[in-house]
Every structure is written in C-alpha cells, then in structure tokens.
C-alpha cells in the first residue's frame, strides 16, 4: 500500500477534522502530496492542532467546500479525493435544516460537477454513514437493508452517497462510499457530542467527571479511526470499489452501559449517571444497531483490527496527554 500511495495527490475535504487529520497522518508517512481542506467552521470539528506536528508536511486551505471557485482550483490535479467534509450533528440538522442540506447534500453534488468539468479522472470515496438505515428492521445490518433516515443529517447524507454513486455509474467518475458506524478514537471532537457521544464520555472521564448514559441497553459496534482509515485507503486503491457501496463496523457488539463500564476500567477513575432519553432525542433514536460488513471484507480485504479495549485505551492516553488542546 505505501508504494501505491507515494508522491501521489491526495486532496482530503474535512481534512484538519477527526478522520481527515488521521487519515493526512498515514498519506504523508507514505509519501503522498497531500492537501487538506477545511473552513475551520468551530461546531463542525476542523482543529489545527490535529496535524500540529506534521503541518510542515501537507498543503492546508482553509476554505469552504461550498466555494465553488475555490473546489475548482484544488480539485485540479489531484488523483483521490477523500470526501470528509459534512455536518455531523443529527440534532443540528433539525433545528437548521438548511445548513444542513447545502453541506451534506448541495455542496457534495457541485464537488462531483467539479470533478466531471475539471478531473473527471480522479478517484473519490465518500465518507457516509450507518445513519441513513435508520430504525434496523434486522441485525445485523448488510448493504440490502432499506433506507430510513430517522433525521434531515441523514436523508441528506443519503443524498450526498448516492451523488457519487450516479456519477461512478453515468458519467464515470470513479467514486464509492463507506457507511460509518461510531468511529472513534485520537483526535475526535470531545467538547460536545456533536460527533460522537463516546468522545463527551471520554472527555469527562479523563476529567474525573460523572458522563450520562441515556438509556443504556442499546447495542452499538465501535470503528476505531485507524481501521476506518485502513478501509479508505483499500477502497481508494481498488478498482472493484467503484459505484459500491460498504458498511464497515465491528465483530465486538456491546451494550452502550457495558461501553461506560469499559470506559470506566480503561481510565482508571469517573464514574456515569443513568438517565431516561431526553424527548427530543429519543424521538431520533434508532434503537439497536451493528453491521455486517462481510461484503468490504469480501470485495476488498478489509477487517477490523483494533479490539474495543485496545481503541479506547490509546484514545484515552491521547486525551489525557492532549486535552487542553480539545475543549
């Protein structure tokens, strides 16, 4: 893989964000021209210091992917395009709908129109999300289960995902998209759960603060970030991955209050509080969740590696090392 990527351009959207960053990390360690795009926007997860100490090593641009001006210029000459550049908050995209749907959805189809006028030879993977199967009608969840976002993030994810789907298979820009599920780890936003609730209870255990479960007997499957990127680079390299579509996820399913008592042990200290869903989130919960994922492990080679305990002991460490820089 390292051969396959050196002095190639990489052009990464979220780029300065929790997978972008992770994933610029592995591209320069194997000698790819990488460049970073963000518009640094603070509730969507854009943070410098997320590639601090390898900033002297990628281009960065701040800017917005709703700039069209500024797409057409960065999308020359690139050979992939990791689209990472979303909204990520499901309650965000219910009170301002409209925000919503010109990041996860308007903006990804004038990235594609980019790509189609300007370099309709490079390869782009899209960064989708478990969200858009909504409540599962059956677990776990494979690639054949039916579309029900339970919230406006995820109808417009779902519309974004099947822009490059399209656009792979009428126009032929090589694109493919990867369904998210919980993906978690170092350089994750932890001030709020905009992102992700794992990292607001990571923040306050590393805080020797109690965190709230809600609920608690739903099942979850965890991504650590560094598999997740594994899977980005594969479907990036993989002729095979064109115009697919695949889930990733975990073999290791667990209950979200067995994951607090994980927590717990892995920090050595904290403690939580069980609570009732609060009203406007229950009614956006989607219950029992994992994947199946046997179709990228089929087509492409690709499993997860990091256990559960190993993830969030590395992901705590790095908190506890690095927390100042997250809050």
Not at 151 to 164: F, R
Request: glycine fraction near 8%.
């Amino acid at each position: 893989m390292e051969q396959y990527y050196k002095d190639s351009n990489v052009l990464i959207t979220g780029g300065l964000g929790f997978i972008g960053s992770n994933l610029a990390r592995r591209l320069v360690s194997m000698g790819a021209n990488v460049t970073l795009v963000d518009s640094l926007i603070p509730e969507y997860g854009g943070n410098l210091f997320n590639v601090y100490d390898f900033r002297d090593k990628v281009k960065i641009n701040i800017s917005d992917v709703r700039d069209v001006h500024s797409m057409r210029y960065l999308i020359q000459d690139q050979e992939y395009l990791f689209n990472l550049a979303g909204q990520t908050s499901h309650m965000d995209s219910m009170t301002d709908p409209f925000t919503d749907l010109e990041i996860n959805s308007h903006s990804q189809l004038s990235i594609l129109e980019t790509c189609r006028h300007y370099n309709p030879d490079i390869k782009v993977v899209f960064a989708s999300t478990r969200q858009i199967y909504g409540r599962p009608d059956y677990l776990p969840v494979d690639e054949k289960h039916m579309l029900r976002p339970v919230d406006v993030n995820g109808i417009n994810k779902m519309a974004g995902e099947w822009y490059h789907i399209l656009y792979n298979n009428v126009y032929g820009i090589q694109a493919c998209a990867l369904r998210l599920t919980n993906t978690y780890g170092p350089r994750m936003r932890i001030k709020d759960s905009r992102q992700t609730f794992l990292g607001i209870w990571i923040r306050l255990a590393v805080e020797g603060r109690p965190f709230e479960v809600w609920g608690g007997e739903q099942l979850r499957d965890f991504s650590y970030v560094d598999d997740a990127v594994d899977a980005f680079l594969m479907a990036a390299m993989s002729e095979e991955a064109n115009g697919k579509i695949f889930n990733l996820g975990d073999e290791n399913v667990i209950s979200l209050r067995d994951l607090a008592d994980l927590v717990v042990e892995m920090s050595g200290d904290g403690k939580y509080i069980m609570r009732e869903f609060p009203p406007e989130r229950k009614k956006i919960d989607i219950g029992d969740y994992y994947s199946d994922y046997k179709y990228i492990t089929s087509s492409l080679g690709w499993k997860p590696k990091t256990s559960l305990r190993d993830g969030l002991r590395e992901s705590i460490q790095f908190y506890r090392e690095h927390l100042k820089h997250y809050l």
